[in-house]
């Protein structure tokens, strides 16, 4: 979306807004020179920023100013006021800033602020000396993207080879199982970077499959490489059952794998798996008008996720499209006609295989590094090895808010812990303290979660779901790990950021605790 596209209301430039109209931390919508945008106060301070957010064009009005910050209500990218710096993904690109002058008692905005990040190497002020003298990336997912785009906006100077061995990569993936797949999407969103903007910020993408891992050199067909640093990002694959015929499932990781499901895609359409990815998949095929079977071994819908409420309120809308379930079973076998299932079948012409995915831990396992149903790390995503790093669905890493060691596998995560392995490359890393986000997109329902809730001993449910506006608190031993909601962009902001902070009384105020909990 345009960072022109709404210049109505208030014009900041010609008319200005008076001080005293400003409530601290709310922001108010305008224009200025017919840039939309948006002022801030901050105390005694005035901020103003574009008004869309650079990832999907969500309304920065809508959201919520937390400290320096003003964090999106779609995908909780986050931009510095001060700068519009994208400092929290899914967002890489920065948000427009402007110039701000006190008269009186009103505020006018002026022109556009210079640019000081963030496209990669716009922080000039961010010099670095010391340090890695060359730097390799292994996998182009976002983790791989985030760190490359870090170590330049933080003013690495040095070598940076980017391995990225899909010909797509990197890609939105997220897009593949929701609109692309549903035929909402043009191919050319699909990108996460198209090769030029690497060869413009000096990072050599390269195409070649790493195969193995020695101390600090990595090795490749013609040879072996020798880096100062190393960053291993290669994400996790797909899982495919190991059952008769399963090498006939189509699976969903790649932009190709996605044609491929496009271009076989007749009805009846049988996914097998019950997830959030195999979910996404059955409503972007409804979307193509096809009849769509899903197979899951859950008999509650999503429960082991969101609790038995909220799974059944999912399934329910995808019946009302017209999916039909299997639940409570599993396949046995995979044949020309359909999928045998172990009580039953269920015929169809195409089948999608969604069960999970493995984290691509082989070059860390044959290396020698620490394992642990992952690649551990620390708090600053170092393995065990001296120069190595690793981070995104690979990582088990220490959990801050819980102190268990996890490993999670969401895209703003992954993207988020590129950007601080980058930053503990360059010795400037802290310990990493991001609360997890992720969203999945139903028909016209859309699932925002915030936090992590492994287990919980008790689920508090505050709205309605029959009216789409609801919040669920996943809680334990008093404490809440979790918040999921629909309709409710702002409590979900709001609960990410006190979570951050150990607020349970505010986590307790936007969902009570209710006669209504569920327990697992």
């Not at 640093?229 to 996790?236: M, N, P, R």
Request: aromatic share 6%; glycine share 12%.
């Amino acid at each position: 979306m345009s960072e022109h596209a709404d210049t109505s209301g208030l014009d900041f430039a010609k008319d200005g807004i008076a001080f005293s109209e400003l409530e601290d931390g709310k922001p108010i919508a305008g224009q200025a020179n017919g840039d939309a945008l948006l002022i801030i106060r901050r105390g005694e301070a005035c901020f103003a920023v574009g008004a869309t957010c650079t990832h999907y064009g969500g309304p920065l009005v809508d959201g919520i100013v937390e400290g320096d910050t003003i964090r999106c209500p779609w995908h909780h990218a986050r931009f510095a006021l001060a700068t519009g710096e994208a400092n929290g993904p899914p967002a890489l690109d920065a948000i427009p800033c402007f110039q701000v002058e006190r008269r009186g008692d009103r505020v006018f905005v002026l022109g556009r602020a210079k640019l000081v990040g963030n496209a990669p190497g716009g922080n000039p002020q961010r010099s670095l000396s010391g340090g890695p003298q060359s730097i390799a990336i292994v996998g182009g997912g976002p983790a791989g993207t985030a760190a490359a785009e870090m170590l330049r906006r933080e003013g690495y100077e040095g070598p940076i080879t980017f391995f990225a061995p899909e010909a797509s990569s990197p890609v939105d993936r997220p897009n593949l199982s929701k609109d692309y797949l549903a035929g909402s999407a043009a191919e050319e969103l699909i990108p996460l970077r198209p090769p030029e903007h690497f060869a413009e910020h000096r990072i050599d993408l390269r195409r070649e499959t790493v195969l193995a891992l020695e101390g600090k050199s990595l090795v490749l067909k013609g040879g072996s490489e020798a880096f100062d640093a190393i960053l291993l990002a290669t994400g996790a694959a797909p899982v495919r059952l190991e059952i008769p015929g399963a090498e006939h499932a189509h699976l969903l990781r790649t932009l190709a794998d996605s044609h491929a499901i496009i271009a076989n895609a007749k009805g009846p359409i049988l996914v097998i798996g019950s997830s959030f990815i195999g979910l996404e998949v059955a409503a972007a095929l409804i979307a193509r008008g096809l009849e769509v079977h899903v197979v899951g071994r859950d008999k509650v819908l999503l429960e082991p996720i969101l609790g038995p409420e909220f799974g059944a309120f999912v399934q329910e809308v995808h019946e009302k499209k017209g999916v039909h379930f299997h639940l409570g079973t599993s396949p046995k076998e995979i044949d020309a006609y359909g999928v045998v299932l172990e009580n039953g079948r269920v015929d169809g012409k195409l089948v999608i295989m969604g069960v999970g995915v493995r984290p691509e831990i082989a070059l860390a396992e044959k290396a020698g590094i620490a394992i642990d149903r992952g690649i551990v790390v620390d708090d600053q995503f170092r393995t065990s090895a001296p120069g190595v790093w690793a981070a995104g669905d690979i990582a088990r890493f220490p959990y801050p808010f819980t102190e268990e060691r996890v490993r999670i596998e969401h895209w703003v995560v992954a993207e988020q812990q590129g950007q601080a392995a980058a930053r503990s490359m360059l010795g400037k890393g802290t310990r990493f303290d991001r609360v997890p986000f992720f969203w999945s997109a139903h028909y016209d329902v859309s699932i925002g979660y915030v936090g992590h809730a492994g287990t919980w001993d008790r689920i508090d449910i505050a709205g309605n779901f029959a009216r789409r506006d609801v919040a669920v608190a996943y809680r334990r031993g008093g404490q809440t790990l979790a918040v999921a909601a629909i309709g409710r962009d702002e409590l979900l902001l709001r609960a990410e950021a006190a979570i951050e902070r150990g607020d349970e009384a505010t986590l307790t105020r936007l969902i009570p605790p209710s006669a209504t909990d569920g327990r697992p």
